[in-house]
């Protein structure tokens, strides 16, 4: 059995992602629903919340690394080589299967505590093709195939915007860049009169930001390094959901992990928000397309969430922290992906889509 110094992380990720459930339920806040709500209604308060949350995290993160707490090369978001084609391909894949389902991986832990129980079939699906492309049947392809056409970093200086500058112009600009990009995403959500009389809202934000550096902290200086050696690591709901399921079935020592810890406080804590406002019950599938699209969409945010390297936390406030290249590549495609998921709910499969515009062609010529 692991020592009580060993369950630190873990511990540690179920009070962080308990606290970053309760909040997002309480204040009803949905990545994919931010990317709708620009997209679809030219409503960009929600996505500005999630700006705020990746601000303020920037800051408290770089921080952490300009003062030497934490180390940027140890993190799985900055190797010296990065995977493009991978990270384009799976965030495509994670933005579709987003779009069919109604919600990330995250969103569908919040709604599992709320007793949604179409998002356990979500879960359970994500989990399982996530852990089958990390380490699983697909893992040969994502390794042999899709990482080995990454793109390698000039003298193997790690993939984060702050390294990559000083490299270029010859002297540390990690201070100047953090201050700019952390300030002006901070002052861009304040910037908008309606998210100050939202204080729900932005109390969520602040609660993302804040726990993302916190998870920093956690896995980066209060494990045991020498009981349960770990990369240092911070909110992600992708290869994090996968491992919970692992260890929910094969392996007890994996609850240890600050990820898997993460996974069952955020249902955690989403429970006891809905709970408190009485918004806790079951519900299920409405009818067989229903779930069909759920299973789908969950099939493509497990293995797309693997390849781009994360999901909209994970990418987008996590990997954005460090300033990550990967960053703006997944976070990009992610929206396009969500973009073309709502055409294909909205207008149908693609094949009527064809059909319908080949028809119209066809009426327009012979008239």
Same mark, same amino acid.
């Given at each position: ?5 060993a &369950? ?9 992602g ?19 709500d ?16 990746l ?5 408290g ?12 090369g ?9 995977p ?33 129980? +179409? ?28 990482e ?5 970093m000039?003298d ?12 270029a112009?010859?002297f540390?600009? +990690? ?27 932005l ?5 993302l ?41 094969l ?8 990820g ?5 406080g ?8 809905? &709970?408190?406002?009485t918004?806790? +019950? &079951? ?20 293995v ?6 994360g ?8 990997a954005?922290?460090?300033l990550a290249?990967? &960053?703006?590549?997944a ?19 693609v ?7 080949w028809?119209?062609?066809r009426?327009?010529?012979?008239h």
């Open positions: 059995m692991p020592s009580l110094a &369950w630190v992380p873990g511990l540690g990720g179920f009070a962080i308990a606290a970053a459930g309760f909040a997002v339920r309480h204040a009803k806040l949905c990545s994919f629903g931010a990317i709708e620009a997209l679809m209604g030219g409503d960009s308060r929600r996505l500005r919340i999630f700006g705020l949350a601000g303020i995290a920037i800051l993160t770089q921080t952490l690394i300009i003062g030497g707490i934490l180390d940027p140890l993190t799985t978001y900055t190797s010296p080589a990065l493009l084609v991978s990270i384009l391909i799976g965030s495509l894949m994670f933005g579709a299967g987003m779009a069919l389902v109604g919600t990330c991986g995250f969103g569908s832990l919040v709604r599992l505590g709320a007793g949604d129980l +179409r998002s356990l079939i979500v879960i359970l699906v994500l989990g399982a093709t996530a852990y089958a492309t990390l380490r699983g049947v697909l893992a040969n392809l994502r390794i042999d195939v899709l080995r056409l990454s793109i390698a000039p193997r200086v790690s993939s984060d915007m702050a390294s990559l500058s000083s490299h112009l010859g540390e600009v +990690r201070a100047i860049l953090t201050i700019a990009a952390g300030t002006g995403l901070c002052l861009l959500a304040l910037g908008d009169a309606r998210l100050r009389h939202a204080p729900r809202l109390s969520a934000g602040i609660a930001g804040v726990l993302t550096i916190a998870g920093w902290i956690v896995t980066g200086s209060l494990g045991d390094e020498f009981d349960v050696p770990s990369r240092p690591q911070s909110l992600t709901f992708v290869s994090t959901i996968g491992k919970a399921l692992y260890a929910g079935v392996n007890v020592s994996s609850f240890t992990d600050f898997v810890g993460s996974v069952f955020v249902v955690a804590g989403a429970c006891l928000a809905a &709970w408190r406002s918004e806790l +019950r &079951w519900e299920a599938f409405d009818d067989d397309h229903e779930m069909r699209r759920h299973l789908v969409g969950a099939g493509l945010m497990g797309g969430g693997i390849l781009a390297g999901c909209t936390i994970g990418q987008g406030i996590t954005g922290s460090m290249l990967s &960053w703006p590549f976070v990009g495609g992610m929206v396009l992906g969500a973009r073309l998921g709502i055409a294909l709910l909205v207008d149908g499969p094949s009527e889509i064809v059909q319908r515009s028809a119209s062609l009426s327009k010529i012979n």
